[in-house]
Nanobody, 117 residues
Framework: QVQLVESGGGLVQPGGSLRLSCAAS????????MSWYRQAPGKERELVAA????????IYADSVKGRFTISRDNAKNTVYLQMNSLKPEDTAVYYC??????????WGQGTQVTVSS
């Protein structure tokens, strides 16, 4: 079955960087879109970024454009989210999904990102 395991979150100061990873298994990773979503306390889960199967096509939420970069390594069955210039409003639990811009619900356990001084 589809399994996604997110990692790489943590506590970081405003302006700092983190790199999230999502290890996938249970399906042919290289043929599927992958995406990152996040959910802040009291808010709905929202799309952060998505990437096409070949890693060429990408989309980003307006709030993260120019700061976050999604990428993938099909040889390692892993999708990444490089987050730079982090802001307190980026604080959330981050999840990956086997999806484009509509969530499919293949969430892992998520990884907590906290941006605070």
């Amino acid at each position: 079955q589809v399994q996604l395991v997110e990692s790489g979150g943590g506590l970081v100061q405003p302006g700092g960087s983190l790199r999230l990873s999502c290890a996938a298994s249970g399906f042919i990773f290289s043929v599927y879109y992958m995406s990152w979503y996040r959910q802040a306390p009291g808010k709905e889960r929202e799309l952060v970024a998505a990437i096409g199967s070949a890693g060429v096509r990408t989309i980003y939420a307006d709030s993260v454009k120019g700061r976050f970069t999604i990428s993938r390594d099909n040889a390692k069955n892993t999708v990444y989210l490089q987050m730079n210039s982090l802001k307190p409003e980026d604080t959330a639990v981050y999840y990956c999904d086997r999806a484009w811009d509509r969530p499919q619900g293949y969430w892992g356990q998520g990884t907590q990102v906290t941006v605070s001084s």
